[in-house]
Each structure stands twice: as structure tokens, then as C-alpha cells.
Nanobody, 124 residues
Framework: QVQLAESGGGSVQAGGSLRLTCLAS????????MGWFRQAPGKEREGVAS???????SYADSVKGRFTISRDNAQKTLTLHMNSLKPEDTAMYYC??????????????????WGQGTQVTVSS
């Protein structure tokens, strides 16, 4: 069974940085597309960044140049480096994975497995 566990959230002032990590278990990690999504109170879930099994990445326009997604297939981890954080980045952040060989991109409906989320709060 696929399991995803996020860590690394917290509170930071605007302009600060955080690193989110997602530890995966229960499957052949390198064949899955992985992504980070977020949801703020009263708002719809939105894609933040994704990384396909071939290493190609996608980012939401709102985070381009500030966030970096990466994966370590040997360690089965997914990382999101977040720099120059803004109050509007405040949200619950979720790690997600697709089924093997399936592309994911920024569409949450393409993902089959989800973590429990980790809270990121950015104060002004």
C-alpha cells in the first residue's frame, strides 16, 4: 500500500524559507509522478509543483523562481524548497503521487495517493 508522509511545515516570517519533505513507502517510487499541492482556508486546492518520473518539473506561476521541487529515488523522498515566502503562501501543503507510469502535472485529479498534509504559515 502506498503511503506518503509530509514533514517540515511551520511558521515563518515573510521573506523566509522552509523545506518540505515527503517520505514515500510501499511502491516502486521512481515510476511515479510526484507533486505538491496546497489548500488555504476557503480556497480550492491548487497545484504548486510536480516532478515526473523522468525528472521534468512544472511549477505554478505564483511560485516560479521561489520554489524548487526535487526527488531522491533511492531515498524515496520528495522535497520542496520554498524561498522568499509570502503571506499568500500560507496553506496546508500536501504531497501526492500518481499510479506507476502515469503523468501528473498540476492537475490534482491525476493523482491517486495523498499524504495527510503539513501546515505552512507565513506572517507579514
Amino acid at each position: 500500500q502506498v503511503q506518503l508522509a509530509e514533514s517540515g511545515g511551520g511558521s515563518v516570517q515573510a521573506g523566509g524559507s522552509l523545506r518540505l519533505t515527503c517520505l514515500a513507502s510501499g511502491y516502486t517510487y521512481n515510476s511515479f509522478c510526484m507533486g505538491w499541492f496546497r489548500q488555504a482556508p476557503g480556497k480550492e486546492r491548487e497545484g504548486v509543483a510536480s516532478i515526473e518520473s523522468d525528472g521534468s518539473t512544472s511549477y505554478a506561476d505564483s511560485v516560479k523562481g521561489r520554489f524548487t521541487i526535487s526527488r531522491d529515488n533511492a531515498q524515496k523522498t520528495l522535497t520542496l524548497h520554498m524561498n522568499s515566502l509570502k503571506p499568500e503562501d500560507t496553506a496546508m501543503y500536501y504531497c501526492a503521487a500518481t499510479r506507476p507510469g502515469r503523468a501528473g502535472g498540476m492537475n490534482g485529479n491525476s493523482y491517486d495517493y495523498w499524504g495527510q498534509g503539513t501546515q505552512v504559515t507565513v506572517s507579514s
